[in-house]
């Protein structure tokens, strides 16, 4: 087993890839809504919720000291007369709610509200708004209204037809006055259409789940780094000097290699709780594209890789590592075993401390609130089995490879890849900043050498001070060589211009790069007229896009040559942006949609660039004071009032006067479900 670990190495360590997701603003609940025309001048109404899992509506009925109930409310009330109280097409769910101390009722999954309503023969609308709370096991949001406006049919025909709203937030052309614009419903009227054949609203394409996916590439990183760390010279020695100590115990040794694991994995969890308390995801989110901050990254990786070169070695006061060996040997039971796996950690640091150092700031800034957590479980889990199996099969322990020089070689390879994630965070800081240091042809040429580089470390051709003398090369090393140097190899157009879909998640993006034969070679022919534009000097469109970078000003430009808009929320530190743009829009059918169909506007909500004092002020967002001082926090106070999110990438298709065309959209890879998700908002434009 441990053979095969061992020849895949270099696989599993490029799988080591770093995902970037963002909190989103929780709306558990939908609605469609519909008015029907029953008879002459009466109405139904009809309120049509979809729930999301483990997610509460409330009812009508429900008493002081609950939560708020679901009430309707239709305004002006001149020549309104609702007929009775409003019926469910199911019954709730009744029972005692810990939260409250009380009976309650709600419903989950789906539920339709329907309500009669009377008009008088000169009511020309039906205006008015549903109101409701939302909790789940853990927590309750504070309560929201959906809206509804409806033109009243003829009166005086009595027909089956309906009038149909579908839920969804505009956005008003002009923001000048308060630089954020106010959200209102899109009305959509839908005529000669039965009760039974309401159509649904407009979808976007395929949403996925970004908090489970994300969780679960953090545990596979953590897991995936633990195994590396297992096979470091600092903690691959003491797993049959630990395992022979258990045995030779004799008493409760396989209970005892139980707890030893036990406690590897509560020690590391426990630090990343530790990460979790003292910063947060919200801090490290805010931090995540600092230029400061990533620049201090860039060089604690470079440190730690140069350590894994051997320049010198990280370690804790030796104080420490003394102090809780000797509690290990004082103490008995439980807090013994405990000591001793506290001193594995600290004896370990030179080599773990890089690997968990970095993995805490891929998973803290990775927006999810249980990320450090996740990550340090799956990387004391990789670090404990090891342990726990062979005191289960001590027999094995004799098939172990023996320590020696190939320890050292995969500290030397870690420390190569170091220095190659550390111009990650190089890269960030230089877009947020627009220093401009770092272009695309300069980050690929670095790591095409340090690739090149690595491939001839492992065929022996370079050597450090430290490593042992290498008589011959082993089929692994030969392997692991030529993946490296074909990595290099297959870098190498991208020099040219060509999009290298693999390292599209690492790379600065497209527009970066000064010489680009591939961008020429696709770019389309576009009847849009380019002008000199707002914030042009900052921000550069990828494929020579003619694309917009103010709200204000891409819509003035829509409406004069009468085209629909794409928003595009965006973000210099934005992962899955990057991974769209190189994989989706550089798709020839994708470019000439967004070249000659749509108007782009490319909104970066993590924008450093300090705002005039005069567009500079205080703004509230749900029950949150924020200061807007950026243009990246512009565009995402802008995202977040106005669509209930501030994730990225984010597309928002409208008119040119700002109506929403269509549900939003977010990632997703595949070329066909965004062609059909233009082709949607198009033909909504269109009728």
Request: charged letters at 20%; proline letters at 4%.
């Given at each position: 087993m441990f053979k095969i670990v061992h020849r895949y190495l270099f696989i599993c360590i490029f799988c080591i890839i770093s995902i970037q997701t963002f909190a989103?603003?929780?709306?558990?609940?939908?609605?469609?809504?519909?008015?029907?025309k029953i008879d002459k001048n009466e109405f139904e109404v009809t309120y049509s919720a979809t729930i999301e899992t483990h997610w509460h509506l409330y009812s009508f009925d429900i008493g002081s000291g609950g939560p708020v109930p679901t009430t309707i409310t239709f305004k002006p009330n001149e020549g309104i007369t609702v007929i009775g109280s409003p019926t469910t097409n199911k019954k709730p769910t009744e029972k005692m709610d810990p939260m409250f101390d009380m009976k309650i009722r709600y419903f989950d999954q789906n539920v339709t509200f329907t309500q009669k309503i009377k008009t008088a023969a000169n009511v020309a609308k039906i205006v008015g708004y549903i109101e409701f709370m939302t909790c789940n096991d853990e927590k309750c949001l504070q309560p929201e209204q959906e809206q509804f406006n409806f033109d009243v049919p003829d009166n005086t025909k009595e027909n089956k037809s309906a009038t149909i709203v579908l839920p969804k937030k505009e956005i008003t052309p002009n923001v000048s006055k308060d630089s954020i614009p106010k959200t209102e419903q899109e009305i959509v009227k839908l005529n000669s259409i039965n009760k039974s054949e309401i159509i649904e609203p407009l979808t976007s394409f395929p949403k996925q789940s970004k908090s489970s996916s994300g969780l679960w590439m953090i545990f596979i990183g953590g897991f995936l780094g633990g195994l590396l760390a297992l096979l470091t010279p600092c903690v691959f020695p003491m797993i049959p000097l630990t395992v022979s100590f258990f045995i030779k115990r004799k008493k409760k040794h396989l209970t005892n290699a139980f707890l030893y694991g036990l406690s590897i994995i509560v020690i590391y969890v426990g630090l990343g709780f530790i990460t979790t308390v003292i910063f947060g995801p919200d801090a490290m989110n805010a931090l995540?594209?600092?230029?400061?901050?990533?620049?201090?990254?860039?060089?604690?990786?470079?440190?730690f890789g140069a350590s894994f070169l051997g320049a010198f070695e990280l370690q804790l006061p030796t104080g420490w590592s003394n102090f809780f060996d000797r509690k290990a040997d004082t103490t008995s039971g439980l807090v013994s075993i405990f000591f001793m796996a506290f001193t594995l950690g600290l004896v370990s640091f030179s080599c773990t401390g890089p690997i968990i150092g970095t993995l805490l700031v891929e998973a803290a800034s990775s927006g999810s609130k249980i990320g450090p957590l996740v990550g340090m479980f799956g990387f004391s889990l990789a670090l404990a089995m090891p342990f726990t199996f062979f005191a289960l099969f001590p027999s094995l322990l004799g098939k172990l490879p023996?320590?020696?020089?190939?320890?050292?070689?995969?500290?030397?390879?870690?420390?190569?890849?170091?220095?190659?994630?550390?111009?990650?965070?190089?890269?960030?800081a230089d877009l947020a900043a627009h220093w401009g240091i770092l272009p695309r042809e300069t980050f690929l040429c670095i790591w095409i050498v340090l690739f090149t580089l690595l491939g001839f470390y492992l065929l022996g051709t370079i050597r450090f001070a430290h490593d042992s003398d290498l008589q011959h090369v082993t089929v692994t090393r030969f392997f692991m060589a030529l993946i490296s140097l074909s990595f290099a190899l297959y870098m190498v157009p991208g020099l040219w211009g060509a999009p290298l879909k693999a390292i599209s998640a690492f790379s600065p993006p497209q527009q970066t790069q000064d010489f680009d034969l591939y961008t020429n070679s696709i770019s389309l022919n576009?009847?849009?007229?380019?002008?000199?534009?707002?914030?042009g000097d900052l921000?550069?469109?990828?494929?020579?896009?003619?694309?917009?970078?103010?709200?204000?000003?891409?819509?003035?430009?829509?409406?004069?040559?009468?085209?629909?808009v794409i928003l595009d929320f965006t973000g210099h530190g934005c992962v899955n942006c990057r991974k769209m743009e190189v994989s989706v829009w550089s798709d020839k059918r994708v470019l000439n949609l967004l070249s000659n169909e749509y108007v782009l506007i490319s909104l970066y909500v993590d924008d450093r660039t300090e705002l005039p004092m005069t567009e500079q002020k205080e703004v509230t967002l749900g029950n949150k004071s924020l200061t807007i001082k950026t243009l990246g926090n512009k565009w995402s106070y802008f995202q977040a009032s106005n669509y209930g999110t501030n994730s990225q990438p984010y597309y928002v298709l409208l008119d040119n006067e700002g109506k929403m065309l269509s549900q939003p959209g977010a990632y997703?890879?595949?070329?066909?479900?965004?062609?059909?998700f233009l082709e949607?908002?198009?033909?909504?434009?269109?009728?």
């Open positions: 989103q603003i929780e709306h558990p609940v939908s609605w469609k809504i519909a008015l029907y995540s594209t600092n230029p400061l901050f990533n620049v201090i990254l860039f060089a604690l990786l470079v440190v023996r320590s020696g020089g190939w320890l050292n070689s995969v500290k030397v390879v870690l420390g190569f890849l170091e220095i190659a994630f550390a111009l990650k965070f190089l890269s960030t576009t009847n849009n007229i380019k002008t000199a534009k707002r914030y921000f550069h469109s990828p494929y020579n896009l003619n694309s917009f970078f103010d709200y204000d000003e891409g819509m003035a430009y829509a409406r004069k040559f009468k085209k629909p997703d890879l595949s070329v066909e479900h965004y062609i059909s949607k908002g198009i033909i909504e434009y269109r009728r």
